[in-house]
């Protein structure tokens, strides 16, 4: 391949700003290989077994945004999506009617918890999570798909 002559280069400043937004829709990544990571306890009150017990997990995501270019050139600001991401690490997260919430009150420790509508598990919270980053991104954003790797052996998700 020869070399890139002047007239070969076109910047993005030479096209009008409209070009970007008639790009069609594109698909931001997050995480993949160098996955997003948080840490969070939880406990699945109902449960039978040893997941009852409260405890915690190295959570490993990946999410993908699917959108128009904003003028900026991008699907979405990643800060954005970790922001949203950010709010459960180091929390502990339970279902409403743990007990577990009133020690967490009586504690003085209430804002490490949070309470969810239904069992925390690596399931739910891959759901709860593309919910609160449709509230939180634009509205040119069409798709969001989060992976939620709990364990070596145990990842759910939507891709």
Same mark, same amino acid.
């Given at each position: 391949m020869g070399a890139l002559r002047e007239h070969d280069i076109v910047s993005l400043e030479q096209q009008p700003a409209s070009s970007l937004a +008639? /790009? %069609? #829709?594109?698909?931001? !990544?997050i995480g993949g290989e160098r996955p997003i990571r948080i840490s969070t306890g939880h406990r699945l009150l109902h449960h039978d077994g040893k997941c009852s017990r409260p405890h915690g997990h190295n959570y490993e995501l990946s999410v993908e945004v699917t959108g128009r270019l904003? *003028? +900026?050139g991008w699907v979405v600001d990643k800060g954005d &999506?970790? +922001?949203v991401i950010d709010e459960w690490d180091h929390r502990f997260l339970v279902e409403a009617g743990d007990p577990l $919430?009133? /020690?967490? #009150?009586?504690? +003085? @420790? /209430? @804002? %490490?918890? &949070?309470?969810? #509508? !239904?069992?925390?598990t690596a399931e739910v919270m891959g759901i709860l999570l593309e919910e609160k980053l449709y509230d939180a991104l634009p509205d040119r $954003? *069409?798709?969001i798909s989060v992976s939620v790797r709990e364990t070596a052996e145990l990842c759910a998700g939507g891709y």
């Open positions: +008639d /790009a %069609g #829709e594109r698909t931001l !990544h904003s *003028s +900026d &999506v970790t +922001d $919430v009133e /020690a967490f #009150e009586a504690s +003085d @420790d /209430a @804002d %490490g918890l &949070v309470v969810l #509508e !239904h069992p925390p $954003v *069409s798709d």
